[in-house]
């Protein structure tokens, strides 16, 4: 059974500084890996999705790495804002073809300090 | 472009009774759709998905039933709650190919 894992749980940083948040899964057969965000109280927005067969996405200031073979991603976000105050989270899609949704992880629970 | 509505926003049950969930998915044909549940500490759990009208899939058994009677509707069902069924429920959908999951905005349920 695939198991998500992200580190920290929670990261607290000065404004302008970059960071980056750690995932990991147990199992590398995946079809793809997402990272979302989540406001409080509030659906999660997908921020990027990486296919098994790619090794990175970038969108603005964020950018997301997948090393499948060693069950890892990263995600990195330059810059930080307050606004990117949130709790983000990783989750993979397993390779069995089916359409049975995605493992997440617990998130990390980010806070930009002003 | 695509949409995703889920309601309400928020309730409030009592322990016992009855519950009807709905989400809608505007702008596309034949979604993946999923039921998830978030409940404080445990991340986002799968309860139920759907590949076409009537077919539903559940991943964990519990005290709650999905249904699909359209193509793009999805009702997540109770017939009496329990105090365990409390939690932030989230409706979301996906293409065939592999492709980003939507989400709605999400209903925060409390059964007291």
């Known amino acids: 059974k695939q198991e998500v894992t992200q580190i920290p749980a929670a990261l607290s940083v000065p404004e302008g500084e970059n960071l980056v948040l750690n995932c990991s899964f147990t199992?590398?057969?995946?079809?793809?890996l997402q990272w979302f965000r989540q406001d409080p109280g509030k659906g999660l927005t997908s921020l990027l999705l990486?296919?098994?067969?790619?090794r990175e996405q970038t969108s603005g200031r964020l950018n997301a790495s997948l090393d499948k073979s060693s069950g890892r991603s990263t995600l990195y976000i330059a810059a930080s804002q307050p606004g990117d105050s949130a709790t983000y989270l990783c989750?993979?899609?397993?390779?069995?073809?089916?359409?049975?949704?995605?493992?997440f992880g617990k998130g990390t629970h980010l806070i930009i300090q002003p | 472009s695509q949409t995703i509505h889920q309601w309400p926003a928020t309730l409030v049950q009592p322990v016992g009774s009855p519950l009807s969930l709905e989400c809608t998915v505007e702008g596309t044909s034949n979604p993946n759709l999923y039921w998830y549940r978030q409940a404080a500490g445990r991340g986002l759990q799968l309860l139920f998905y759907s590949v076409g009208i009537g077919q539903i899939s559940s991943e964990v058994p519990q005290n709650l039933s999905a249904s699909r009677p359209q193509d793009r509707q999805f009702i997540l069902s109770s017939k009496k709650l329990l105090l365990s069924d409390s939690g932030f429920y989230l409706c979301?959908?996906?293409?065939?190919?592999?492709?980003?999951?939507?989400f709605g905005s999400g209903t925060q349920l409390s059964v007291l």
């Open positions: 979301a959908w996906t293409g065939t190919g592999g492709e980003k999951l939507f």
């Open positions: 989750a993979v899609e397993g390779s069995g073809g089916g359409a049975d949704g995605l493992t």
């Open positions: 990486i296919q098994s067969s790619q």
């Open positions: 199992d590398s057969a995946i079809y793809n």
